[in-house]
């Protein structure tokens, strides 16, 4: 089943209906953008949290060229009042691995409740398809190479364990260290944190209601997202914006561990092309996909790749800092998204860290943060 597209108005000009929970945010209002500049017809639905937006209105594009409405995603009555639609993409979530432990009930009922409360009205909404933002979370520590058992998949790491100092992931057959490998979409959900949980439990709900509904979804998990436009502020926004505000006040960088955790950083524009196939290619429909660069890159790498771009060496400490529910090592096996969608990821982390260090220095000195 193709997704419907309806007149935009315009003349050979074909568009689609399209809702964006959480538009307003990092991802959501550059995607908002990609769609607005394809003559797509456009919905908003965020709730501006302050831990999210501080006191910046939101953007003028969102109030002057889209429907906006400000309003919880556990509201039935917010989606509706912004249906029919032709595509919905589900991107606000409450996120952060940290403070998901703390929170448990608030990201319960923000990640699941909220969603559950989109699936109960899709057949009103006139939905075609769902596409739903997942996470890397959901893998918890991923597939790792044990040197006697091959491919395994390691349990969450424990508190006892970090506690001193012993950071690697176990083989779960005969707890001997193991080397991480790309993770591919097929690999067993593990997550370590409340966070990921919830957005396994968002996968299941939408491929399950959809199903039933007759209505396309598309799942895509992403890994650690940067780029201009990610919150300064918000504590649990990632490590690059914590790190790029800590450089700008000079101070030394806390590295968690010993620095060699690993995360995949794709840049923010590699997810939203991502974003937009998902919404237009038929071919997408039913998939799971990983939306990632591959790459594996430890916070020492970050660190180097800072000091390059900025040309001066950044000062550090390793002090053994940990995070219960943190994962050791992530990166993604992007073979299906290339299949799919002949995906890619076009922007090299020394690119991306220099448009993202020189954006947040303007908002840091202008105090825009």
């Not at 996470?135 to 349990?155: F, K, M, N, T």
């Amino acid at each position: 089943m193709a997704v419907r597209a309806v007149a935009s108005g315009r003349p050979g000009v074909r568009a689609l209906r399209v809702l964006v929970s959480g538009g307003a945010g990092f991802i959501g209002l550059k995607l908002v953008e990609r769609l607005l500049s394809a003559r797509h017809s456009v919905s908003v639905l965020d709730n501006l949290h302050h831990q999210v937006h501080g006191e910046q209105p939101v953007a003028d594009l969102i109030q002057r060229q889209t429907t906006f409405l400000r309003g919880d995603v556990r509201d039935a009555s917010a989606w509706r009042a912004l249906f029919p639609v032709d595509v919905i993409v589900h991107l606000a979530a409450e996120t952060g691995t940290g403070q998901s432990l703390d929170e448990i009930e608030r990201y319960v009922s923000t990640n699941v409740g909220g969603t559950a409360v989109l699936l109960d009205a899709l057949k009103e909404s006139g939905v075609q398809r769902v596409v739903v933002a997942s996470s890397r979370a959901i893998y918890g520590e991923g597939l790792h190479r044990c040197a006697e058992h091959g491919l395994v998949s390691p349990q969450p790491r424990s508190v006892a364990a970090l506690q001193v100092g012993d950071f690697e992931a176990k083989c779960p057959q005969c707890g001997l260290a193991t080397a991480p490998v790309a993770t591919h979409e097929d690999a067993p959900p593990r997550p370590a944190s409340v966070y990921g949980t919830t957005k396994l439990a968002q996968e299941l709900l939408v491929r399950q209601a959809c199903e039933a509904a007759g209505v396309q979804s598309a799942v895509l998990r992403f890994q650690n997202v940067y780029g201009p436009g990610q919150s300064l502020k918000n504590p649990y926004t990632g490590i690059l914006s914590i790190w790029a505000s800590q450089i700008e006040r000079g101070s030394t960088l806390d590295v968690y561990e010993d620095g060699r955790i690993v995360r995949d950083f794709v840049y923010v524009d590699d997810v939203v092309r991502a974003l937009l196939d998902a919404v237009r290619r038929p071919d997408v429909a039913g998939e799971t996909l990983n939306i990632g660069t591959g790459r594996a890159t430890t916070l020492l790498d970050i660190i180097s790749a800072f000091s390059q771009v900025l040309e001066r060496e950044v000062p550090f400490e390793i002090t053994g800092h940990f995070r219960p529910g943190d994962i050791r090592y992530a990166f993604a096996d992007t073979t299906r998204s290339q299949r799919v969608l002949g995906y890619a990821c076009q922007t090299p982390l020394e690119d991306g860290l220099r448009a993202f260090v020189t954006w947040a220095r303007e908002r840091l000195i202008r105090g825009h943060v």
